[in-house]
């Protein structure tokens, strides 16, 4: 019997043609996503569910999926699909993530022509037969200098575009390397000094915990008297209000946003003032970009409903069956050293080296890979995938090397992880258990025995009395339960670690409070995808 697809949301008759083509059974409804309860009572006729942003799927729908293999996103977002229960339904989602890059990217510089010129307000007065051409003194583009924040996919094309205008483009991209910055031509700065200097400002990185409000109050209040701010990236990056308070006193000259920190935005502290251009999250809306994904999403959920081949999932590895169920766990490690690594690193990564041995190196290498390079990543792009990861990697410049060998020591197979910077190597092992589970053996090179949890607390310090107690005390203190605890050292009053799997996230007054006790050269939370 052919596989059977539904497609609940508005995708391309192009797209809905290809899985005809490719021999599979489609129902193209793209209304039906709108109608939960509907979609509930039919979902679970379907192998396959294609969508776009209107269909949710929620725990309700995928409980009722009896038959659903693969949802498949045409478009790069997928917070309308529940990745933590597809995958406990054993469901796979795909995304498309490189489909709207361009489209992206030329909205921001379309945002930035229309903040410098006041073309939207100009045209209202025009079309009201004004005629104030003496009201409208804009600013040209040419030779101002153009602050890109988060110089990866898109905002490398941005960097290209406004080169090409003849702009001076400076970049903050604690990912982005010098050697990658001097082949795109820009300037490599921190943020301080992007702030003080840019003449435009632009946003492209994704929301997490380490870019949310990077335009914050105090942040804003540095930037160079006269700045134009533009945001096509993620709400949340910058902070309304205060963005609003600054254009009203004539401090910042102009602002383009496309997104905001509630969508949709009815009420916004931006809307209404003088020389701000909005526009309702249309980035990727444009007719190639919309066709371009939806072919995308078409061939990839064909690829896998008849070959079983795995292409941008979000919560898979591209392995064949016959492999996951051995590399499962091998992959979950993987990726828990990568995320060690990458949640440890605040530097450019140039390289990264990973080490297989005995069983390890035995494996699908290039899967495992995968898996680590996109732990690693994931703190910069927590969009980032086994497939697009080293892509992304590539991109920054970043060298990945692999060494296998024959079982080397008293474990069956490990894999070793060192990620290089301009100034240290860093690295972390780690193997599987007979039980199945992921564990710690080495951090830098120092041998432990560590159970992986979803949070984590590791700490370094000189081997000397108290740490223990400390630990324990400040953890309790401040109501934190320890499941496990573990610690090392490389020598008797040499450098030492610890590292704790906790219940629940360390809260910043705790690790104010071990700070405070100045035992530890480092305290840093960890979060681990255990699902």
Not at 33 to 48: F, H, N, P, R, T
Not at 94 to 123: K, L
Not at 486 to 496: F, I, M, S
Request: with cysteine.
């Amino acid at each position: 019997m052919a596989p059977k697809v539904l497609v609940s949301d508005k995708l391309s008759e192009t797209a809905v043609q290809i899985f005809r083509d490719r021999g599979i059974d489609v129902d193209f409804m793209p209304d039906l996503g709108k109608d939960k309860e509907k979609l509930a009572e039919v979902i679970g006729q379907y192998d396959g569910l294609a969508i776009r942003s209107a269909t949710k799927v929620t725990p309700t729908i995928l409980e009722a999926a009896t038959n659903l293999k693969v949802v498949g996103r045409a478009g790069i977002g997928t917070d309308n699909v529940d990745k933590e229960a597809a995958s406990k339904k054993g469901v796979i989602v795909m995304n498309t993530p490189f489909g709207n890059m361009i489209t992206t990217a030329e909205h921001a510089i379309a945002m930035m022509f229309a903040v410098a010129r006041q073309i939207p307000e100009a045209s209202e007065s025009t079309h009201a037969g004004k005629w104030e051409k003496s009201k409208f003194m804009g600013v040209e583009l040419t030779n101002k200098t153009l602050g890109v924040i988060g110089a990866g996919n898109i905002g490398g094309i941005v960097c290209d575009r406004a080169r090409g205008l003849k702009m001076k483009v400076i970049a903050f991209d604690p990912f982005l390397s010098e050697e990658k910055a001097d082949k795109m031509g820009v300037e490599k700065v921190e943020l301080e000094d992007l702030l003080t200097r840019a003449d435009f400002i632009t946003l492209h990185v994704p929301l997490t915990d380490g870019t949310r409000n990077i335009l914050s109050k105090e942040n804003l209040a540095k930037t160079k008297k006269g700045v134009r701010i533009i945001n096509c990236a993620r709400g949340g990056l910058v902070d309304e209000e205060a963005l609003a308070e600054l254009l009203k006193s004539g401090h910042v000259a102009g602002a383009a946003f496309d997104v905001f920190a509630e969508e949709p935005a009815k009420e916004n502290a931006l809307f209404n003032l003088p020389n701000v251009v909005c526009t309702p999250h249309l980035g990727a809306a444009t007719t190639e970009a919309q066709e371009n994904v939806a072919l995308q999403v078409a061939e990839q959920m064909s690829n896998y409903l008849l070959t079983g081949a795995v292409e941008n999932a979000l919560n898979m590895p591209s392995v064949t069956a016959e492999e996951a169920k051995v590399m499962g766990p091998w992959i979950k490690l993987a990726d828990h050293l990568g995320s060690f690594a990458g949640q440890m690193t605040d530097e450019p990564i140039q390289a990264i080296n990973i080490l297989y041995d005995g069983v390890a190196a035995e494996m699908n290498l290039a899967a495992l890979n995968c898996a680590v390079v996109a732990g690693i990543m994931k703190k910069a792009n927590p969009d980032v995938n086994m497939v697009s990861a080293p892509v992304v990697a590539k991109e920054r410049g970043i060298k990945i090397s692999t060494t296998n060998q024959d079982k080397s020591g008293t474990f069956q197979g490990y894999i070793k992880v060192t990620v290089v910077t301009e100034k240290r190597e860093r690295s972390v092992a780690g193997t599987v258990f007979s039980d199945g589970k992921p564990r710690f053996i080495q951090i830098k090179g120092i041998n432990i025995d560590a159970e992986i949890g979803a949070h984590m607390l590791y700490t370094t310090n000189r081997d000397e009395p108290g740490i223990i107690g400390a630990l324990g005390q400040t953890m309790g203190a401040n109501g934190v339960n320890i499941a496990n605890f573990t610690l090392g050292r490389a020598d008797v009053g040499g450098e030492a670690i610890a590292l704790l799997y906790v219940d629940e996230a360390v809260p910043a007054e705790a690790r104010a409070a071990l700070a405070e006790t100045d035992l530890f050269t480092q305290i840093k939370p960890l979060q681990f995808d255990v699902a």
